[in-house]
T-cell receptor, first 110, second 112 residues
Framework: SQELEQSPQSLIVQEGKNLTINCTSS?????LYWYKQKYGEGLIFLMM?????EEKSHEKITAKLDEKKQQSSLHITASQPSHAGIYLC??????????FGSGTQLTVLP | EAQVTQNPRYLITVTGKKLTVTCSQN?????MSWYRQDPGLGLRQIYY???????DKGDVPEGYKVSRKEKRNFPLILESPSPNQTSLYFC???????????FGPGTRLTVT
């Protein structure tokens, strides 16, 4: 079965700083999903990447998929307190059957 | 508004007392799923349903039951809850060609 490892597990940054979260898969990635979760709440879909080299942006959040490395990275530019939460990557052939990473807890200090 | 609803949002119960967590979606989605979330383990799929009367086990189905009698509802049943089922539970739905799953707000269950 596919396993996803996220790094770092937690991250504390000062407001305005840039940051990167990585998601590495044990198998070839056919689809990589990024979600954001506020503590104790549901998951909000951010973006989905399908092709190697694909890059997508949502406001100040950019995600890339490196198929050869079986890895995706999520980059936040000029972080704000509203970016705080848990970021989860999920992988699978479709949105219906996803394996998730254990998450990265992001704290942004004002 | 398109949404997935779960009830209850919080539940504290005792070992062995049967309980049901309801899940309902208003988007006419064929696919529905249950996950549990535990610290350090991320989200793990419990059961999923491809359509009415079609259900299948996910990664951690032991101790759980589900039913899909109607398209919009997908209840999660714990016949005899145990403390190791203390967790945060999420229901999700999507359409066959959907690129994202819509998640409910979560149900925090504590079994003492």
């Amino acid at each position: 079965s596919q396993e996803l490892e996220q790094s770092p597990q937690s991250l504390i940054v000062q407001e305005g700083k840039n940051l990167t979260i990585n998601c590495t898969s044990s198998k070839t990635l056919y689809g990589l999903y990024w979600y954001k979760q506020k503590y104790g709440e549901g998951l909000i879909f951010l973006m989905m990447l399908q092709k190697g080299g694909e890059e997508k942006s949502h406001e100040k959040i950019t995600a890339k998929l490196d198929e050869k490395k079986q890895q995706s990275s999520l980059h936040i530019t000029a972080s704000q307190p509203s970016h705080a939460g848990i970021y989860l990557c999920g992988a699978g052939g479709s949105a219906r059957q996803l394996t998730f990473g254990s998450g990265t807890q992001l704290t942004v200090l004002p | 508004e398109a949404q997935v609803t779960q009830n209850p949002r919080y539940l504290i119960t005792v070992t062995g007392k049967k309980l049901t967590v309801t899940c309902s979606q208003n988007m006419n989605h064929e696919y529905m799923s249950w996950y549990r979330q535990d610290p350090g383990l991320g989200l793990r799929q419990i059961y999923y349903s491809m359509n009415v009367e079609v259900t299948d086990k996910g990664d951690v189905p032991e101790g759980y039951k589900v039913s899909r009698k109607e398209k919009r509802n997908f209840p999660l049943i714990l016949e005899s809850p145990s403390p190791n089922q203390t967790s945060l539970y999420f229901c999700a739905s999507s359409s066959p060609g959907g690129r994202e799953q819509y998640f409910g707000p979560g149900t925090r269950l504590t079994v003492t």
